[in-house]
DNA sequence: CAGGTCGATTAAAACGTGTCAATGCCTTGC
DNA sequence: GCAAGGCATTGACACGTTTTAATCGACCTG
């Protein structure tokens, strides 16, 4: 057998040397140690009920024939499949990528795989996420539903599949589980803050208005106006952008500024760090600076808020916790039987940095 | 059956409006439609081959059961699953995630679901996700390798995986697929930048030198050094980061400027926009900045990039279509049938923006 | 030594789907 | 009127795993 090889006119691509073999499943291993696929399954999966010596064996079987085991029959069997669904609003913003972070570590550590779903707030593609995790018979879900109604979420758990949602605070604890950061509180830390420093006519810059979030943390702010005593509907003026982007932010400085420097706002206090990001881009253009000319304030404490110039003063929440506390809620509903749905709540933490100032005059 | 329901004392939590349902599944569909299962089966993967009539009594009998299919029957059947595996070097760098857009558009469109799994840079992690993708029976893999040596990916093919590599340019082609951006052009365009401004004393911030990228955009720096008839070896330090994060580089800042006003480089090349951005954040705090004291440029063009003051220069990769692309390769390979492993270059592109200047004396 | 107990192992049945060969029916051509 | 052919549908099996009830053997006890 000497030579080079005949060359095989037809026939399947050549792999050379990365031949793809041909799977071997938990029979083959029985086969290999002599023992039934029965006593295989139970060393791999409570190895205590099996003898010492056929153990060895079984492992040992396993090892030489790299078996690795088949989850799709896995899941078969078991009616469900190892693996969570995480549905997040933008994998492109920071803040959930952090969430991320959280929801995958504690998911890991219960061997749970999390697939991650991209909704881009469209309601069309959270519903095929959604559709797609049921089909998957995913073990869990943790959701940021994009639009106020929870309809999507009820159909989920009606196909077996418990769902935790993430950053909605409004939902009642009988739906399901639900982690939050309180989005008044931070509203309103963000509000007293922009008061104390003497500020009285202040522009919010929202998100989109389905979103509950963006609602609540306006709610906050008017209420810190109403306690010092201003009229919330002369002192806060509302501009929607149409994403929590930095992109959308800086093209709503335009409107922000709408009316003059007489009329314009002393402060701005925006949904997200990502649209404060771009108004300050926005001012800057324009010759303009915060805290000089205009105080801004964002909301989330992403990693960005503090790397630029002046450091944008924001509410910080607590990113990587809320993702794990979410993950350890759907854990607890999959695995203790009395199992009560909770609601968590976190308290956000307002970070003061350089880009808000006591209005001078 | 009027008045309030008995307790019942044990028994599973009480689920009230939420009742989950029994599962629905293929055969239930048939029955009702009074057809055979491998009818309903035609009808959901092959419309054609099945009668009109019947066909739409199938439709209707999936539409009043709410019959969504079981994708773990299926991929056992078919061997394989309909999901891809997407392993990343970190979450939470931006340049990720939009990468990750990037390859979850794509493959959305071919029904695909996308798994992401995070190595951290750690090859013990890096070797879980593998191993967890070949008992996913994944459809596919796009890696991003943490160590130098693609055993795990080869591994994986073995196991009947495919896998893409993104952003590794030294693989050759007959191993597997890979998408990439030049990254010795990339370095050289942003030290054909520095030299131009008449820099000849600079500091390379690296990443893990494990990692690829980061010596090839060093060596590309070099070569535009010695074009110009500068010693590389004299006109370049380099400084290793441990990890390609802000806080890494705002800690490197020290080694940066050791060596006092004298000896100090006369820019920073880092690889990465991440350490660029915490090398500003660090001059910041020393009381100087750049360019003035010095010219600082990235590597990625993340969006952030252009939101600071001064804006980083930086080099610029088409990181979605980077994604984009990669999965389409992994698409190819997996449906057509003569494919051959296709190595694709991208070119990046220098952006400048106001953090680099001409030296001044 | 018979009866009983306990621990280890096995055989067989399910989970829900896709496929393939076989069946039945209807049409067409002679 | 009958054979041939085409189309729609069916029945049965296979995919890889887990689980339950049953079996087997060994050891202990009265």
């Given at each position: 057998m000497s030579g080079p090889e005949p060359t095989?006119?037809?026939?399947?691509?050549a792999l050379s040397s990365s031949e793809v073999k041909r799977p071997v499943g938990i029979n083959d291993v029985a086969a290999r140690a002599g023992v039934s696929p029965g006593t295989v399954s139970n060393v791999l999966n409570r190895p205590e009920r099996v003898a010492e010596a056929t153990r060895r064996r079984v492992e040992r079987a396993v090892e030489e024939l790299d078996y690795v085991r088949n989850s799709s029959g896995r899941s078969l069997r078991a009616g469900r499949s190892d693996s969570v669904g995480l549905l997040v609003?933008?994998?492109?913003n920071p803040f959930f990528a952090e969430v991320a972070r959280g929801v995958e570590d504690t998911a890991g550590e219960a061997g749970l795989a999390v697939v991650l779903l991209n909704s881009a707030e469209q309601a069309g593609r959270q519903r095929r996420a959604i559709r797609l995790l049921a089909e998957q018979r995913a073990a869990g879900a943790v959701v940021m539903p994009v639009d106020g109604d929870t309809a999507d979420l009820l159909w989920l758990r009606k196909q077996g599949v418990p769902g935790v949602l993430l950053d909605?605070?409004?939902?009642?604890?009988d739906i399901a589980c639900s982690v939050a950061v309180d989005n008044h509180a931070g509203g309103l830390a963000a509000g007293r803050h922009l008061v104390n420093l003497g500020h009285e006519r202040v522009t919010y810059l929202s998100g989109p208005a389905d979103l509950e979030q963006c609602r609540t943390r306006l709610a906050g702010l008017r209420a810190a106006l109403a306690e010092s005593g201003l009229d919330p509907d002369a002192a806060v003026r509302v501009v929607e952008a149409e994403q929590l982007n930095a992109e959308c932010g800086e093209k709503a400085v335009e409107e922000v500024l709408a009316g003059g420097p007489r009329k314009r706002p002393q402060a701005v206090f925006c949904s997200n760090d990502q649209l404060a990001l771009g108004v300050l881009k926005g001012l800057g253009e324009r010759g303009l600076s915060a805290p000089g000319d205009l105080s801004v304030v964002g909301y989330d404490d992403v990693a960005t808020a503090g790397l630029v110039h002046p450091g944008l003063t924001t509410v910080a929440q607590p990113k990587y916790d809320l993702g794990a506390a979410a993950m350890r809620l759907l854990l607890s509903e999959l695995n203790d039987a009395d199992h009560r749905h909770e609601r968590l709540r976190f308290a956000p933490e307002l970070v003061v940095r350089g880009s808000t100032a006591a209005v001078r005059d």
């Open positions: 095989d006119p037809l026939g399947a691509p609003l933008d994998v492109t909605r605070g409004d939902v009642s604890a």
